[in-house]
């Protein structure tokens, strides 16, 4: 078996074109520069299941989970915990599973949560 694995290659080859303009140890890459100890699996976003309870108890200081909540847009009634959850944005972000529709954001800026709960006609 080999000791490097498979996400790992050896050090590309400085162009004649930026010699000089990158520091030391550096190089110039035209993909994403994460470092990899292999093959990332793919998971259609979908799939993807968050949690806000926790979230939701810091804020609010109670259990929201069960709470009933109404979409702005279309007038969909889902309990908090049946809604669809992303984390891949600059903050927390809860779409109405029916219309997909944004109902609440919350970011994190130092220790303050800031809440946008526009989306919502009602919660509670």
């Not at 078996?1 to 790992?8: A, D, H, Q, V």
């Not at 979230?55 to 889902?78: I, K, N, P």
């Not at 997909?100 to 303050?112: E, P, Y």
Request: proline residues 6%.
């Amino acid at each position: 078996m080999s000791p490097i694995s498979r996400g790992f290659h050896r050090r590309r080859q400085e162009p004649a074109e930026n010699a000089g303009r990158v520091p030391p140890g550096q190089y110039v890459t035209k993909d994403f520069p994460v470092l990899s100890a292999g093959p990332t699996p793919h998971t259609a976003l979908a799939q993807w299941t968050f949690s806000i309870g926790r979230l939701l108890h810091e804020v609010f200081g109670a259990e929201m989970t069960d709470a009933a909540s109404v979409c702005g847009s279309c007038g969909t009634a889902r309990q908090v915990a049946e809604l669809a959850v992303y984390l891949r944005a600059p903050g927390t972000v809860v779409r109405c599973r029916s219309c997909d529709s944004v109902l609440m954001v919350f970011v994190k800026i130092h220790d303050r949560t800031c809440v946008d709960l526009l989306g919502l006609a009602a919660l509670g």
